[in-house]
């Protein structure tokens, strides 16, 4: 088995959402020890991946 290294791909995007929720995200990110970023990630994967059909 040979080694390879894995590269995620980024691109950069901006959104505007409510401060109440940008300081919530980052108290969250805060507690767990990660980045705001890799908190929205996770959270918009999430939804998207629970998303209803009907609800698209």
């Known amino acids: 088995m ?3 290294i894995k590269k995620t ?4 995007r ?4 409510p401060k109440e ?3 919530r995200l980052s ?4 507690e767990e020890d990660i980045s705001v970023n890799e908190l929205v990630v996770q959270s918009c994967e999430f ?4 998303l209803n059909k009907e609800d698209r």
């Open 2 to 4: 040979q080694f390879q």
């Open 27 to 30: 108290q969250v990110a805060q």
């Open 9 to 12: 791909e980024y691109v950069n």
């Open 47 to 50: 939804a998207l991946d629970n």
């Open 14 to 17: 901006t959104y505007r959402i």
């Open 21 to 23: 929720l940008a300081e």
